[in-house]
């Protein structure tokens, strides 16, 4: 079983920038695919970031490629997603995923319970 606990969160203006954190627990973190995703109220859940267990491979939706990076310390069992330049469409709560499976798009086997982002224009 894992755990994962987002932070990071929080009110901040438009072209500002915001690092969110994804603290997991196990032994067996650095075994993990991690990933963000994002949802609105009314929304489907969908896609942000993802990276590998080690980090050597990482992918971005669209509408944040160029002003984010996701990166992870296997030390510290957690990722990160350094979001810049934001935007008042990424205004949503930011959930944190993992999965055993190799990659976001074979399933996620856990997620976290959500840390809300604010862009103010």
């Known amino acids: 079983q894992v755990q994962l606990v987002e932070s990071g969160g929080g009110l901040v203006q438009a072209g500002g920038s915001l690092r969110l954190s994804c603290a997991a627990s196990?032994?067996?973190?650095?075994?993990?695919?991690m990933g963000w995703f994002r949802q609105a109220p009314g929304k489907e859940r969908e896609f942000v970031a993802a990276?590998?267990?080690?980090?050597?491979?990482?992918s971005y939706a669209s509408p944040v490629k160029g002003r984010s990076t996701i990166s992870r310390d296997n030390a510290k069992n957690t990722v990160y997603l350094q979001m810049n330049s934001q935007k008042p469409e990424d205004t949503t709560v930011y959930y944190c995923a993992a999965t055993r499976r190799g990659w976001y798009t074979h399933g996620v086997d856990y997620w976290g319970k959500g840390t809300l982002v604010t862009v103010s224009s």
């Open positions: 990276l590998n267990w080690s980090g050597g491979t990482t």
């Open positions: 196990g032994r067996t973190f650095s075994s993990y695919a």
